[in-house]
């Protein structure tokens, strides 16, 4: 196998794992809310917001796909496979840490995983991009990127502030 297969193949695969966990983060913020999990004065609006930014993202990924099976001619199907698969795997997840009885704390502390999950994909995206220097593919992630990392912030947020006031 070439270099530039292998490289295009991480790209496959990354894209396909940070499309999976945008997919996978608004079925878990749905799931929550139905649980009555986020119901909390404060907590609801803020995830709510954070699950429509990720449905941005989610679009934004799937026209940057586009684009790429294009210009990087990467194949968009496989990236879609692996992107359910992702989905699967962190709704499993998402079961075993929430376990028979779960309560907020323990719904936003999952989401903190799920975004934090979602900030180390961009940041390997991110330097990803850098080495085949794709300045589309750059910029797109880097600013998903950003969003990430505020989404990551205010579930820490939410989480100090549920603990110390149940
Ligand atoms: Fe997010």
Same mark, same amino acid.
């Given at each position: ?62 026209? /940057?796909? =586009?684009?790429?099976?294009? *210009? &990087?001619? %990467? ?5 879609? !496979?692996?992107? $359910?698969? #992702? ?10 840490? /929430?376990? =028979?009885?779960?309560?907020? *704390? &323990?719904? %936003? ?5 799920? !975004?934090?999950? $979602?900030? #180390? ?46």
């Amino acid at each position: 196998m070439t270099d530039n297969n292998n490289s295009k193949q991480k790209l496959e695969q990354k894209l396909g794992e940070a499309l999976g966990l945008e997919m996978a983060a608004q079925k878990a913020v749905e799931e929550l809310s139905s649980k009555g999990l986020l119901d909390k004065r404060g907590i609801k609006g803020k995830i709510e917001g954070m699950k429509k930014e990720a449905g941005n993202h989610q679009t934004e990924l799937e026209e /940057l796909i =586009e684009k790429l099976a294009e *210009s &990087e001619n %990467i194949d968009s199907e496989n990236i879609e !496979e692996v992107a $359910e698969e #992702t989905q699967e795997k962190a709704s499993k997840m998402m079961q075993i840490y /929430l376990g =028979e009885d779960p309560d907020s *704390s &323990e719904a %936003i502390e999952f989401l903190c995983l799920a !975004e934090g999950g $979602e900030v #180390t994909h961009y940041e390997i995206l991110s330097a990803i991009a850098k080495d085949i220097k794709n300045k589309e593919l750059s910029g797109k992630v880097n600013s998903i990127l950003e969003e990430e990392k505020n989404h990551l912030q205010m579930c820490i947020q939410l989480g100090k502030e549920n603990a110390v006031s149940s």
